[in-house]
Every structure is written in structure tokens, then in C-alpha cells.
């Protein structure tokens, strides 16, 4: 993605001037679209977006790197989710703001590819590990060593209706002989509730690419509302072309209604930071909807 530097000088109140950047990148998408999964009737019908985001980045005196983002959705004039402020040192990084929980760093998703209305990753058979939620406004710290990371966070409650949400996360990515493994578990915890998830993906070097989560879900201290999520995905990518599919499914036990599904997307990527994208969707749970996108996707 092209970034366009408004690239100054910001005061600081100690004394002088540090140096300060802000970027902006941006994204644009035109496609038809259609299926009862995301149309009203079904019709195919024509769908476009644009989105404008704003990093910002410095670095203190004594080597402290800090930033934050703002992302604007122009076609709801709204400010997006992923709004944050960071710091990072020796001692590790803070993140504060609509950013992922430990739970949800720690483990990888199953989506290899990309589509205009992510079919692949919006299914009712896909999980994005995104935890248990609370304000949105989470403060996450995150230490590497080597080739593992730590993570710790807490997502506190504005409401004063729920428990303040913590999470811990574990991540291992490591390189044998031109095979990329990587390992995550994650406990997210409020309360009487709590989910516990592990993911393992591996990169054959040759363009093939897998992954499979596991995740157990305890949300209100009672064995009836327990149930487990397991995925599977893959991805294949060759010069400009990706292809890639996964799987999921949510097992409720007695306590509610299982929900699967699958998405595919393949990818051909025209360069300059253009894309053909088709995605395709199929939802078992709900009256079998299937929906479908193709079109192009611009990054600027």
C-alpha cells in the first residue's frame, strides 16, 4: 500500500522538536454482488466503498517509538473501528484503543485470502477470535523474545453492566528448513465466563499454506451455554494468483444452534496496488444463503 507523507516537525513541550510523520493510505472497491446471504432478494447488484486512514508516528529523544491510527469509512462518513494509540521500547509495546485483546494477538485466523465483502471470513462457519468484548477500549501489552511473544490485556466495561474483560496470549513463529510454523493459545476471562483457543498454521514455502483453531467457550458459568468452535483453511498462492477456502464449525451442545459454513476467495493481483477479487459464501445455518462478490479492489 502507497503511503503519502505529510511528513513535519511536531513541538514538544520539553524543549526542540522531534520528528513526526503522518501518513495517509487508502482503499477502494467496485464489484457486483448478490445471493441471499447478502442481498435482500437475492438479485445480483452493484456495491462500492472507500476508506481513508491516517497513521501517525514519532520517536522520542531517548528512542521511544509512539504512533496512533484513525480510520475514516467514506461511504458511512463515520469513523471506522481500529482507532489506536501506541507506544513501544526496550520494555515491550502498549496499545490503547479498538485494537485486538491478548486472546485475539495470539492466534492466527483462517483467512488466506481476500474478497469485497469478505465472504471468506464473515460466514457463519468463521471465527476471528475476537473474544470476549466489553468497551472496545483496550489496553494491551506485548513483550517478543525470540522467536515467542507475550501478551497481556484488559478491556474494562463503560457500562457498569458487566465485568471488566482480561486476556493472556502466547505466540511461537519459527522456521524449519523453508517450513513456517507458527503456534498460539490464548485464555480471554470475565468473570464467570471464559474462552480458551489455540491455532496452528504452517507456510510450506512452496505457496501452499494451512491452518486450524480450536476454541472452547464458557459464557455465563453454566455447562449450558458452553460450546466449541473448531476451522480449517487453506491457501495457494502462485505469482499473482491466490486461492484460498476454509471451514468452520460451532458445536452448542444442548445450550443453542450449531452454525457452519464456508468461504472461498481467489485473488489476482494486477499490480500498482490493484486486485480482481471474487469471493463466494455459503452458510449452512441459515437457510442455506449463499452470496457472492467479484471486483476490483484499489490500495492507495
Excluded at 108 to 130: K, Q, R, V
Aim: proline share 0%; hydrophobic share 35%; aromatic share 14%.
Amino acid at each position: 500500500m502507497k503511503k503519502v507523507l505529510f511528513a513535519t516537525t511536531a513541538l514538544v513541550a520539553s524543549a526542540g522538536f522531534a520528528a513526526a510523520d503522518v501518513a495517509v493510505t487508502g482503499s477502494a472497491e467496485m464489484a457486483i454482488v448478490g445471493g441471499d446471504a447478502i442481498t435482500i432478494d437475492g438479485d445480483p447488484t452493484f456495491y462500492s466503498n472507500n476508506d481513508v486512514a491516517f497513521t501517525m508516528s514519532g520517536e522520542t529523544d531517548n528512542g521511544l517509538t509512539f504512533g496512533a491510527k484513525i480510520d475514516l469509512d467514506e461511504a458511512t462518513k463515520t469513523v471506522n473501528s481500529n482507532e489506536y494509540v501506541w507506544i513501544s521500547g526496550a520494555f515491550g509495546s502498549l496499545h490503547m484503543g479498538d485494537t485486538d485483546n491478548a486472546y485475539d494477538k495470539a492466534l492466527s485466523e483462517l483467512a488466506f485470502g481476500a474478497s469485497i465483502l469478505d465472504e471468506i471470513s464473515s460466514h457463519g462457519g468463521y471465527n476471528g477470535n475476537s473474544g470476549i468484548e466489553r468497551a472496545k477500549t483496550i489496553l494491551r501489552y506485548d513483550y517478543s523474545f525470540g522467536d515467542f511473544g507475550f501478551s497481556g490485556s484488559i478491556d474494562m466495561d463503560d457500562t457498569g453492566g458487566d465485568d471488566d474483560a482480561y486476556a493472556v496470549g502466547l505466540a511461537y513463529s519459527g522456521d524449519f528448513a523453508g517450513f513456517g510454523l507458527g503456534l498460539g493459545l490464548g485464555y480471554n476471562w470475565a468473570d464467570d465466563e471464559d474462552i480458551i483457543g489455540l491455532s496452528v498454521t504452517g507456510d510450506m514455502g512452496n505457496g501452499f499454506k494451512a491452518g486450524i483453531n480450536y476454541s472452547a467457550y464458557n459464557l455465563d458459568g453454566s455447562t449450558a451455554s458452553d460450546y466449541h468452535f473448531w476451522g480449517v483453511g487453506l491457501g495457494y498462492t502462485m505469482d499473482a494468483l491466490t486461492i484460498a477456502a476454509n471451514y468452520g464449525e460451532y458445536d452448542y451442545g444442548t445450550g443453542g444452534t450449531d452454525s457452519d459454513g464456508f468461504g472461498v476467495a481467489v485473488d489476482y493481483d494486477l499490480g500498482g496496488g490493484a486486485e480482481v477479487q471474487f469471493g463466494y459464501t455459503d452458510n449452512y445455518d441459515f437457510s442455506d444463503d449463499a452470496g457472492y462478490s467479484l471486483g476490483l479492489s484499489l490500495s492507495f
